[in-house]
């Protein structure tokens, strides 16, 4: 698929009517020939707007003589300052548009949540710069242009965006020039053309009949703005055409078409209706390379007009441009003279006798350009009298006279735009703050119908929008982010009912009928700042009061926590952000309900503390017979416990006596063998060891014996 047919895709069920494209495209080719003749002059007044803009303001033949002669042409344009100083207030103070249920089927919430669907294809679209961009051709030449298309979400899904799209050159649209509406919304056609080269058609659409033809037919011959050898122009063409449609009433007041209507069900009455149908297509010359049926029952192209009025029968669109034409000329014209008077003054020529400059002409032709020591000139006399020497004749240059003509063009300049010095931040003659507001004011009057021209525009736009949306953004369920006139994001499911805090909810985009207003003005933004300067300046002459509206102070700053801020110093006596605020009356009724409320509390709380004593005494009592019977049991099973203990302790002390008695005559015999066994060993080691020690004794006393038998000798 092309890129120019994606912008159009959705496809419905069933074909297009029969036709001859033969017979299609020649009265397409007849409508654009009308459309071309009937703004020819407005384009080609509109092509020099926007050339003289651009800053090509001298006549060719006069800047060729000048440029010939060597003198200066210079351009001071300051078109674009006055046209930056109302497409500027454009882009600060933007018509916001605000939708609005008409009839019972519609409600508030659903138009709140189409108005927050249309902020979402703005943001997305980046409309504003879009609105710019076709105000400042609205400005400079008369008129500009932007489209609506639709695209889908993502390249693997079914769903479908609406996008605001800009029209870069708005000489490329023809529109019937039939409409009256000053939006265009009665047109029957329009064209959006694009001239392509052989190599790019051929990419574009390889299977064109065009694509592969070596010789153009005679249809393209003829058509010579359609083919060339070089280029081929690629139209997207509009048709509007009005259907009859036979429509029911039924009893519950819905209209459906007759075909629609389900069995058995009455219709209160039927009419033929005329509905709108617009087709799509892209075409050439030679065929239609694709078409399709757009969902929308106006033609998808917002215009932006600029001054229009009707003379002879025939509308006139101008901008700002073309009647400042003249007094920038004159700027041009004084500030280059000016240049020329100034900057050349000494090419004042010099005044000789004949004969003087004869054989030093070349230095003297030289001398207005370069700068010689010494200019040698031959004696010559008249009448027997020396003749001076060469001179220059003195000239004052009139600049005085050039400045002020200068002036003069200025001021026209000023008079031509609607805008002056106050507006453009110049100094003035006013000198209170009153009275440059009053002169900034001129200028932004002067130059209001631009602003309203666009708001016409927009109001169009959203028009379309809300048409549009219901049939794009038609598959049940699906969630759907919406944006909040402060720019909070939330999401939303459409056209299902779904649950939301324990409430059921549902925004059907199908049921009632809507429509849109538009405010001039500065944006939610700049409100909400000129807001805060506003409250400032209320606090320092009565501080007394902030507390009063110290939640709203707090709301309007740009803090990131502004909002918590705000519920934490909210005035108790409010109630929450959301709800409705009380009467005096019934809040009054209100206390004096709380105050008996907590009278009757109190009694009850009293009566309460009264019985619950009673009952906690109660409960004593039967607590304290329970636990005497208790202890009476306990006693009784005491006793009984105590007498059976003390019959078995008694058996159990005469068996354990006499366990004990034979055990201790069992270990007393045990330690009286063990006692006689120790003793035994023990004199059985004595007798030995004193028998160790008697053989010692006699051993020594034979050593002794032996050493005194040798003294002796």
Same mark, same amino acid.
């Given at each position: 698929?092309s890129?120019?047919?994606? @912008?159009?895709?959705?496809?419905?069920e069933g074909t297009?009517?029969?036709?001859?494209d033969r017979d299609?495209?020649?009265l397409a080719?007849?409508?654009?020939?009308?459309c071309?003749?009937?703004?020819?002059?407005f384009?080609k007044?509109?092509?020099e707007?926007?050339?003289f803009?651009?800053?090509d303001?001298?006549?060719?033949?006069?800047k060729n003589?000048r440029t010939?002669d060597l003198?200066?042409?210079?351009?001071i344009n300051?078109?674009?300052q006055?046209?930056?100083?109302?497409?500027?207030?454009v882009?600060?103070?933007?018509?916001?548009a605000k939708v609005s249920p008409?009839?019972?089927?519609?409600?508030?919430e659903t138009a709140?949540?189409?108005q927050?669907i249309i902020?979402?294809?703005?943001?997305q679209?980046?409309a504003?710069?879009?609105?710019?961009?076709?105000a400042?051709?609205?400005i400079?030449c008369?008129?500009?242009?932007y489209r609506?298309v639709?695209k889908?979400a993502?390249?693997?899904?079914?769903d479908?965006e609406l996008y605001?799209e800009?029209i870069?050159n708005?000489?490329?649209v023809?529109?019937?020039?039939t409409c009256q509406?000053?939006?265009?919304?009665?047109?029957?056609?329009?064209?959006?053309?694009n001239?392509?080269t052989r190599?790019v058609f051929?990419?574009?659409?390889p299977?064109?009949?065009?694509s592969?033809?070596?010789e153009?037919?005679?249809?393209?011959d003829a058509?010579?703005?359609?083919?060339?050898h070089?280029?081929?122009r690629?139209a997207?063409?509009?048709?509007?055409d009005i259907?009859p449609?036979q429509i029911?009433?039924?009893?519950d007041?819905?209209?459906?078409?007759v075909e629609?209507v389900p069995p058995?069900v009455?219709?209160?009455?039927?009419?033929t209706?005329e509905?709108p149908?617009v087709?799509?297509?892209v075409?050439t010359?030679?065929?239609v390379?694709?078409e399709r049926e757009?969902p929308?029952q106006w033609i998808?192209i917002?215009p932006v007009?600029?001054?229009?009025?009707?003379?002879?029968n025939?509308?006139?669109?101008?901008?700002?441009v073309r009647?400042a034409?003249?007094?920038q000329r004159?700027?041009?014209?004084?500030?280059?003279?000016?240049t020329e008077?100034?900057?050349?003054?000494?090419?004042?020529p010099?005044?000789?006798?004949?004969?003087q400059?004869?054989?030093?002409e070349?230095?003297?032709a030289q001398?207005?350009?370069k700068?010689?020591?010494v200019?040698q000139y031959?004696v010559k006399?008249?009448?027997g009298?020396?003749?001076p020497?060469?001179?220059? !004749?003195?000239?004052?240059?009139?600049?005085?006279?050039?400045s002020?003509?200068q002036m003069?063009a200025?001021?026209n300049?000023?008079a031509a735009?609607?805008?002056?010095?106050a507006?453009l931040?110049?100094?003035?003659?006013e000198t209170?703050?009153i009275?440059?507001?009053q002169?900034q004011?001129?200028?932004?009057?002067?130059?209001?119908?631009y602003?309203?021209n666009?708001?016409?525009s927009?109001t169009?736009?959203?028009? !379309?929008?809300?048409?549009?949306?219901p049939?794009?953004?038609?598959r049940?369920?699906?969630v759907?982010r919406i944006?909040g006139e402060d720019?909070?994001? !939330?999401?939303?499911?459409?056209n299902a009912p779904y649950?939301?805090q324990g409430?059921?909810?549902?925004?059907?985009?199908n049921a009632g009928?809507?429509?849109v207003a538009?405010?001039i003005?500065?944006?939610?933004?700049?409100?909400?700042?000129?807001?805060?300067?506003?409250?400032?300046?209320?606090?320092q002459?009565?501080?007394g009061?902030?507390?009063?509206y110290?939640?709203?102070?707090?709301?309007?700053?740009?803090?990131?926590?502004?909002?918590?801020?705000a519920?934490r110093?909210r005035?108790?006596n409010l109630?929450?952000?959301?709800?409705?605020?009380i009467?005096?009356?019934?809040?009054?009724?209100?206390q004096?309900?709380?105050?008996?409320?907590?009278q009757?509390t109190?009694?009850l709380?009293e009566a309460?503390?009264v019985?619950?004593?009673?009952?906690?005494e109660?409960?004593w009592?039967?607590?304290?017979a329970?636990?005497e019977?208790e202890?009476a049991?306990?006693i @009784?099973m005491?006793?009984?416990?105590t007498?059976l203990?003390t019959k078995?302790?008694?058996i159990?002390?005469?068996?354990?006596?006499s366990?004990?008695?034979?055990?201790t005559t069992l270990a007393v015999?045990?330690?009286?063998?063990?006692s006689?066994e120790?003793?035994?060993a023990?004199?059985?080691e004595?007798?030995?060891?004193?028998a160790l020690?008697?053989a010692?004794?006699?051993s020594i006393?034979?050593?002794l014996?032996s050493?005194?038998?040798?003294?002796?000798a």
């Open positions: 698929m890129p120019l047919s994606s @912008a159009y895709s959705r496809t419905y297009l009517e029969e036709r001859d299609f495209i020649t080719l007849e409508r654009f020939k009308l071309a003749e009937a703004e020819s002059e384009r007044l509109a092509l707007d926007l050339t803009y651009s800053g303001q001298w006549d060719d033949n006069i003589q010939r003198r200066p042409c210079l351009t300051r078109l674009p006055f046209v930056h100083q109302v497409s500027n207030e882009r600060q103070n933007k018509p916001a008409v009839d019972d089927y519609g409600d508030a709140e949540t189409i927050g902020r979402h294809i703005e943001r679209s980046k504003d710069s879009v609105r710019s961009y076709a400042f051709y609205q400079v008369g008129r500009g242009y609506i639709s889908y993502d390249p693997l899904s079914f479908q605001i800009r870069q708005p000489l490329t023809y529109v019937d020039p509406q000053p939006d265009y919304s009665d047109a029957k056609y329009a064209f959006i053309v001239d392509l190599d051929k990419a574009m659409y299977q064109a009949e065009a592969s033809a070596e153009f037919r005679s249809v393209g058509e010579r703005d359609w083919a060339s070089d280029k081929i690629v997207e063409y509009f048709t509007r259907e449609q029911a009433l039924l009893p007041g819905s209209v459906l078409p629609q058995g009455p219709v209160m009455a039927t009419r209706a509905v149908r087709r799509w297509s075409i010359c030679y065929e390379l694709s757009w929308g998808p917002i007009l600029g001054e229009e009025w009707s003379l002879d025939k509308t006139q669109l101008t901008g700002m009647n034409k003249d007094p004159m700027l041009n014209y004084w500030e280059s003279a000016k008077t100034i900057a050349l003054a000494p090419r004042v010099f005044i000789a006798a004949e004969g400059l004869e054989n030093h070349k230095e003297w001398a207005n350009t700068n010689f020591s200019l031959k006399e008249v009448g009298q020396l003749v020497a060469p001179q220059r !004749q003195s000239y004052e240059p009139p600049i005085q006279a050039i002020m003509a003069g200025i001021d300049l000023k735009t609607g805008i002056y010095d507006s931040g110049n100094r003035s003659n209170s703050g009275a440059i507001r002169r004011s001129e200028g932004d009057t002067a130059n209001f119908h602003i309203d666009l708001a016409t927009i169009h736009e959203t028009r !379309q929008l809300i048409d549009l949306i049939k794009i953004y038609d049940p369920g699906r759907a944006i720019g909070a994001e !939330q999401k939303v499911q459409l649950q939301e409430v059921t909810k549902m925004y059907d985009l009928r809507y429509d538009i405010d003005g500065p944006s939610y933004k700049t409100k909400r700042q000129e807001a805060v300067e506003s409250m400032l300046g209320f606090a002459v009565a501080p009061l902030v507390p009063l110290a939640d709203l102070f707090a709301q309007a700053m740009d803090w990131p926590l502004a909002r918590k801020i519920e110093v005035p108790p109630p929450p952000e959301g709800e409705q605020q009467p005096p009356q019934v809040m009054a009724q209100m004096q309900m709380k105050q008996e409320n907590e009757l109190q009694a709380n309460s503390r019985i619950e004593s009673k009952q906690v109660t409960q009592r039967e607590r304290i329970a636990a019977i202890s049991e306990r @009784a005491g006793r009984d416990r007498t203990t078995v302790a008694d159990g002390s005469r068996d354990a006596i366990a004990r008695q034979a055990r015999k045990g330690v009286d063998t063990e006689r120790r003793i035994s023990a004199e059985l004595s007798k030995e060891a004193i020690l008697e010692e004794v006699d006393k034979a050593r014996a050493l005194k038998q040798p003294q002796a």
